[in-house]
């Protein structure tokens, strides 16, 4: 008889596959040292097992391909874009669900800023695929209504010590950092403060729908948007990468942080 190596991702319907990778943390906390976070030590193997599978062939490492080493809060990004980093706030419902960072809405709508993005500056954005791209949050703590009553962490969370250092170990490597809101942007303040040197573009926008819709009501040329649906938000977007690329064009390219 065959041996057939189990899959371990088959868990019953019944079963939230969130809780028994929850679960599996727990237990893996027990072998750690007193000073390694779990972020870190997972972290450590996904960027193993990437360069690992990078080496084999180009588009081998993205997250649907590494369902065991996911983290909800960050993605190290292949080697094709992996000198530029994006920052949000904090993973939420989803990105908890799906154990990766930049999830449903919010990382299509970033795979739709990327294609403006690149278009303009592909030595800073050279793909349009978002997991091409070191993904981070100003926090690593999951927030969303109806687990922590918010949908962002307080500035408290985000200046911890132990959070900044973890952010900055995060981003280490790269020579862009664009931030992403409020959040994100306090983050990168305080990691700049604790030593890094790259470029950081600030964008004061959040790519959720509801901030884009409620927020946007003129397209790139100031014209009011008629459109709905997906064509409204591909206008709506255009306007945040309009922004972006300002910022971008009045930034010194010495490479030097600027926030």
Same mark, same amino acid.
């Given at each position: 008889?065959?041996?057939?190596? *189990?899959? =371990?991702?088959? !868990? /019953? ?6 809780? +028994? $990778? ?97 278009? *303009?500056? =592909?030595?800073? !954005? /050279? ?6 791209? +070191? $993904? ?124």
């Amino acid at each position: 008889m065959t041996n057939r190596r *189990r899959n =371990p991702t088959n !868990f /019953p319907k019944s079963i939230s596959v969130a809780r +028994v $990778l929850d679960d599996a943390e727990a237990r893996l906390r027990t072998v750690l040292r007193p000073d390694e976070s779990i972020h870190t030590f997972i972290r450590d193997a996904v960027m193993a097992e990437i360069a690992k599978r990078e080496a084999l062939a180009p588009g081998l490492a993205r997250p649907e391909q590494l369902p065991h080493f996911w983290l909800p809060h960050f993605w190290p990004g292949s080697s094709k874009a992996r000198h530029t980093a994006i920052v949000f706030a904090c993973p939420g419902q989803h990105e908890r669900e799906q154990r990766r960072p930049v999830a449903e809405t919010t990382g299509k709508n970033l795979n739709i800023l990327l294609e403006f993005l690149n278009q *303009r500056h =592909p030595e800073i !954005f /050279p793909s349009t695929n978002r997991y091409d791209y +070191v $993904l981070a949050n100003s926090s690593d703590q999951v927030h969303f209504n109806e687990l922590t009553d918010d949908t962002e962490p307080e500035n408290s969370e985000i200046l911890t010590p132990l959070n900044v250092a973890r952010l900055l170990r995060d981003i280490s490597g790269c020579s862009t950092v664009l931030t992403m809101g409020r959040c994100a942007s306090v983050a990168l303040d305080a990691v700049v403060q604790q030593g890094f040197s790259g470029r950081v573009i600030p964008c004061n926008w959040h790519l959720s729908f509801s901030r884009l819709n409620t927020s946007i009501p003129t397209d790139a040329a100031g014209n009011e948007i008629q459109e709905e649906g997906h064509a409204a938000t591909v206008k709506r977007i255009e306007v945040v990468a309009a922004e972006i690329l300002a910022e971008i064009e009045t930034q010194p390219t010495s490479g030097l942080a600027k926030t």
